[in-house]
Nanobody, 124 residues
Framework: QVQLVESGGGLVQAGGSLRLSCAASGRTFSNYTMGWFRQAPGKEREFVAAISGNSIATNYADSVKGRFTISRDNAKNLVYLQMNSLKPEDTAVYYC?????????????????WGQGTQVTVSS
């Protein structure tokens, strides 16, 4: 069982930056692939980024490539999402999620554990 708690969301102006954190419980955090998803009002949950357990592999949605960076600290059971050059269209609730394998990381249905989400609002 893994419990995930996101933090770091807030209100920021367009062009600004935020860093989201996701704290995970459990002693086997390094075994899990971690992903970030987001969901805007009236829209489906969409993939943002994913990182393998050993940080060797990462994957990003085209909409955030070059602006967002996913990373993790297995010693602290934390995964991060550094978001730069934020745009109003990045406004959403951001969720972290965990799954056992680095396969199909872009599909939310494959993740076993989810956090409650943190709101990110980007003003124009």
């Amino acid at each position: 069982q893994v419990q995930l708690v996101e933090s770091g969301g807030g209100l920021v102006q367009a062009g600004g930056s935020l860093r989201l954190s996701c704290a995970a419980s459990g002693r086997t955090f390094s075994n899990y692939t971690m992903g970030w998803f987001r969901q805007a009002p009236g829209k489906e949950r969409e993939f943002v980024a994913a990182i393998s357990g050993n940080s060797i592999a990462t994957n990003y949605a085209d909409s955030v490539k070059g602006r967002f960076t996913i990373s993790r600290d297995n010693a602290k059971n934390l995964v991060y999402l550094q978001m730069n050059s934020l745009k109003p269209e990045d406004t959403a609730v951001y969720y972290c999620a965990a799954k056992n394998y680095y396969i199909g990381v872009g599909f939310p249905g494959g993740y076993d554990y989810w956090g409650q989400g943190t709101q990110v609002t980007v003003s124009s």
